[in-house]
């Protein structure tokens, strides 16, 4: 009998690794400022669902604070009733298919002018604003990787992010595989930690091992960690950090016995190390990552 296993995942090991050729080519697309990306001092809300909502709050962090504007960034399906007034309403859906996303653009087009990104340019969510299209890194598989981060490497070049150093190491990680994993491979449950945009990043970083290997993750701010969180923290399981540790973060992980992990590339690039984690988890457990368990590409709700 042939072992189908050894199949599994082969499509999201592909799409992982053209992340750094994604992010240099976002560089066109963001740098050169199409229309439709928020232009400087416009008040922008930025939606989505899962993935996209965790793209859309880094940048609105980014955005807000590198100074082009009030930025919010908001779960389509907990649109509130009362909205500021907003320039711009930027949304974010992979599939274009969304109900959460088409119904909070529904109630806001008359609104405000909007701006659509996504992977599928014949789904309705065209119909409903500007549209600046991903489909170049569209996936296959069901589990997001390359779109995602290359919707942040976008609207980071648009931002004045110079993200060649990020490719690099994102393709340094690449060649890495599995050395310098081992320590988390095994890990009973994971914590991934971020602060400002990279919050963002811990929250998908937490998604993507859940959805790919079943495991138990969690993701919280850097600072909020220790307001209790930290007391699931035990030898054979793992704190994850993105980017730059806050005064005595590492002494707090240490002294609870669980393993810390950080590094200084650039923390997108971090993120892909996590989607390495991912296929060799999901290998380990016999799990496959292009077809997770209980998902689909795009939550389409009954009317």
């Not at 489909?135 to 779109?147: F, L």
């Amino acid at each position: 009998m042939t072992d189908t296993s050894l199949n599994f995942g082969q499509i999201t090991a592909q799409e992982i690794a053209s992340q750094p050729d994604c992010w240099t080519r976002a560089h066109d697309q963001g740098a050169g400022r199409p229309a439709g990306l928020p232009v400087g001092g416009e008040r922008v809300l930025v939606l989505g669902c899962g993935t996209s909502y965790y793209v859309a709050a880094a940048y609105a962090w980014l955005r807000e604070q590198r100074g082009h504007g009030p930025t919010d960034a908001v779960i389509a399906s907990e649109l509130p009733e009362v909205l500021r007034a907003y320039d711009r309403v930027v949304a974010i859906s992979r599939s274009g298919t969304t109900t959460e996303v088409l119904s909070a653009l529904r109630a806001l087009k008359d609104r405000t002018r909007v701006t659509v990104i996504t992977a599928d340019t014949t789904t309705p969510i065209v119909e409903l604003g500007d549209v600046i299209s991903l489909e170049h890194v569209d996936e296959k598989s069901v589990v997001q990787s390359r779109t995602a981060t290359t919707a942040i490497a976008m609207f980071r070049w648009h931002l004045g992010h110079d993200l060649t150093a990020a490719a690099a190491d994102a393709q340094a990680v690449l060649g890495e595989g599995a050395a310098g994993l081992e320590v988390v491979r095994d890990a009973e449950q994971v914590t991934f930690v971020g602060m400002g945009w990279t919050v963002g990043l811990a929250e998908e970083a937490a998604l993507k091992l859940k959805e790919s290997t079943q495991s138990w993750t969690e993701a919280y701010p850097m600072t909020e960690y220790r307001h209790g969180p930290i007391s699931i923290a035990a030898p054979g399981r793992a704190v994850w950090a993105f980017g730059t540790l806050v005064r005595d973060f590492e002494r707090d992980v240490v002294a609870t016995g669980a393993t810390l992990l950080r590094s200084e590339r650039d923390p997108l690039a971090e993120l892909v190390r996590v989607h390495m984690l991912c296929l060799l988890r999901a290998a380990d457990r016999g799990l496959d990552p292009d077809q997770p368990r209980n998902l689909t590409r795009s939550i389409v709700l009954d009317s």
